[in-house]
């Protein structure tokens, strides 16, 4: 028998549900026996259900599974969820309160005052909500929520540098890839040679969720970063990695040369746990002028890594410079297994 824990993927036809099928393969904590997900392909086998798009066949081990309902009788204590915002609240909700512990990918609980947003290299004493969450809620599982794939790279580089030099302010516009809105997601007609400057409600998530991650834990919710961000968001013709020029105003001062050395240096909780899916560096900060490119570099550090590039004075602001990552994997379901690993250090799977 396995020695492994058992967990389940809610969601798990989805894009974000495949991916997440992919990354536990192999994983050496956590083995998939169930995935679940709506009417429309429940009671089939995992391999018919699923509209399978990744560059790796279906695992062995996950093909044959029969895919259930999503309701809380499955044979796991963990669930990740890559549900449809328009189900995840309440699903997610009732996995919680049946005693499931809930890694979601959904925006429905992220601003929950008693919900954990989290990313471990920035946040991971926030993970301190869920005893109260626990007593709010009558529940002996949780929920634990990652950020919005946008708001993760953001808020991942800001985190350390808000520690060391007090953000004041933040101006930041995104490159969006089109895997961001899912399968089949934005029609070919629409985005082929085109740029779309409208995402529903991701410029607000940014700018709140980025103050929640980068708030403070006050021993019963969290108390919000002071500073504003100001987000513009757009979906480009690329297929896998989220690109964001950024501007920062800083309380402390400091030059190109330090900021690049510090977010180059810059180890966090992840990375002494040696979690096993956490980057060896938490940022790779590249020195060609033309760098990060989601083509060439959106799959360094197996996908997990912030790409860092085109550190500078800003006319404005005091320094701007590039961020990218991998949406679907940093962004989404890596988050949310790298969550599940730092519940498991911090001793909450006991
Ligand atoms: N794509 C990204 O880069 C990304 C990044 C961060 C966060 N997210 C968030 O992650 C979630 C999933 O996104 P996605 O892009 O993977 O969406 P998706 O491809 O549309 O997948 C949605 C999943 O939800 C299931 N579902 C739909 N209605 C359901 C119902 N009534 N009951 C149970 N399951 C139901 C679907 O199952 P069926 O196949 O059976 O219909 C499918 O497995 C969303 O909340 C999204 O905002 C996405």
Redesign the pocket.
Known sequence: MSAKIPVGV????????QKFIKLLEDHPWFEVTEV???????GKLYGE?VSWKQVTPVPEGVRDLEVR??TPDLKCRIVFS???????GQ?EEDFARAGYFVLS???NHRLDEDVPLVIPEVNPEHMGLIPVQRRNRKSTGCMVTNA??TTMFLAMALGPIHKAFTIEKVFMVSMQAV?????PGVPSLDILGNVIPFISGEEEKVEIETRKILGTFNGKTIDLAGFPVSAQCNRVAVEDGHTESVSIKLARKTTVEDLADFLRNYSGVPQKLQLPSAPEQPFIVMEAKDRPQPRFDVNRSRGMATLVGRIRPCSILDFKFTLMGH??VR??AGASILNAELLKAQGFLE
């Open positions: 809610l969601g798990a036809t989805g894009a974000v549900g679940a997900a709506s009417e429309r392909t429940s259900a309902p999503c890559g549900l449809d915002a328009a189900v995840a699903i990918n959904s925006k919005n794939c895997s961001g809105a899912g399968y949406n679907t962004g989404a």
